[in-house]
């Protein structure tokens, strides 16, 4: 608290609003770097210094677009949890203080957000697949529609209204990040009501996880889904032979890295 501060703000409601104990991001940097100098080494101890993650930014943007593809596939047969999900942020954006809102996970705009930035083998992606597939059907649909005498509202009162919107909704969402952690509330919230267990569509292959992590964790991983002993006879293998066998002997059996996890309470 020695080099903590405050903030004075005007909020929504046009009334000050403080918030305190900030702390400059240079002075975290000093207080980390001087760890036993007073009030420097709680903060030192604390959020400071942090752990090395254990995926690069690049692999966990790409474990996060599968875990967002996976999430549009389910949501697209759920139009109760697509509503749901629009709902909450239509009604956070008018009625909670911008300060209490959530971390925006459905995009309610005009675009889908494109995975194949952050993940180049999504295309390989069953649940991509089956996003696909419904997209086309029902773009096809549109667009035969808009080159025709009736109005595309017209047209869209007579479908099923709960298939375009869970459809619509479904490829809004996004939950592509590069932090190394376990999903947020929001992404948690989301997979639970969709029952979404990320093992029905992902498993760790070459080509999705093994390659872009070191051996020490690819045997880590062995030792933990399979056993100690068979982790202990691949410690001597060059990284493509480990990558082959140890694809080999974690398929089928659904281990997951913790941010594809679905949180539970």
Not at 36 to 42: I, T
Request: glycine share 6%.
């Amino acid at each position: 608290m020695a080099v903590a501060g405050a903030v004075v703000f005007i909020g929504h409601d046009g009334k000050v609003k403080v918030e305190r104990g900030l702390i400059w991001r240079e002075d975290m940097r000093k207080a980390a770097s001087n760890g036993n100098d007073g009030a420097g080494a709680g903060v030192a101890n604390g959020e400071a210094i942090k752990q090395k993650p254990v995926h690069s930014e690049r692999l966990t943007r790409m474990l996060t677009a599968h875990r967002t593809a996976a999430i549009q596939a389910s949501m697209a047969n759920r139009a109760d949890v697509a509503l749901a999900a629009m709902v909450s942020q239509l009604a956070e954006r008018l009625l909670a203080d911008y300060r209490s809102r959530s971390r925006v996970v459905v995009q309610i705009n005009m675009g889908r957000p494109n995975l194949k930035n952050d993940a180049q083998n999504i295309d390989q992606s069953r649940a991509v697949a089956v996003i696909e597939d419904k997209f086309t059907l029902w773009t096809s649909r549109v667009e035969a529609v808009v080159g025709s005498d009736m109005s595309s509202f017209d047209w869209l009162l007579q479908q099923p209204q709960e298939d375009v919107l869970a459809l619509c909704v479904s490829v809004s969402i996004n939950t592509v990040t590069s932090r190394e952690d376990s999903p947020t509330v929001e992404v948690s919230g989301l997979m639970s009501a969709l029952s979404l267990d990320m093992a029905d569509w992902w498993e760790p292959t070459a080509d999705t996880y093994l390659s872009h992590v070191g051996k020490d964790r690819i045997i880590g991983i062995v030792a933990d889904a399979v056993s100690p002993q068979i982790a202990h006879t691949l410690t001597k293998l060059k990284k493509e032979e480990l990558i082959k066998v140890a694809e080999e002997h974690l398929s089928g059996l659904r281990w997951l890295p913790d941010n594809l996890k679905k949180v539970t309470t």
